[in-house]
């Protein structure tokens, strides 16, 4: 059974930092790509990073410069680094798992998804 778990997350104040984890089992995604995304109250899920097998990066304009995505291979699994955190970044954040191929924004290309970690940046 494939399982994605999220951790991580947690209230904070703008500017501050946080680093999220994925941690995948059930199966090795070291030639997948992988996401994150995240959901506020009243939006739609939006596309926030991704990483493939080789370790190329592409963020959304919105996190350009504050975020990071990287991955441990050997762990199986991806992190996330967030950095100058505005209250505009609140939201749930989820990561993400494609069963083939190398698209990154579309969230309907992911076939696994984690349960989610809660991200709230205080003004």
């Known amino acids: 059974q494939v399982q994605l778990v999220e951790s991580g997350g947690g209230l904070v104040q703008a500017g501050d930092s946080l680093r999220l984890s994925c941690a995948a089992s059930g199966r090795t995604f070291s030639r997948n790509v992988m996401g994150w995304f995240r959901q506020a109250p009243g939006k739609a899920r939006e596309f926030v990073c991704g990483i493939n097998w080789i370790k190329t990066t592409y963020y959304a304009d919105s996190v350009k410069g504050r975020f990071t995505i990287s991955r441990d291979n050997a762990k199986n699994t991806v992190y996330l680094q967030l950095n100058s955190l505005k209250p505009e970044d609140t939201a749930v954040y989820y990561c993400?798992?494609?069963?083939?191929?190398?698209?990154?924004?579309?969230?309907?290309?992911?076939?696994?998804w984690g349960q989610g970690t809660q991200v709230t940046v205080s003004s």
């Open positions: 993400a798992a494609r069963r083939a191929g190398t698209q990154l924004i579309n969230s309907l290309d992911y076939a696994y």
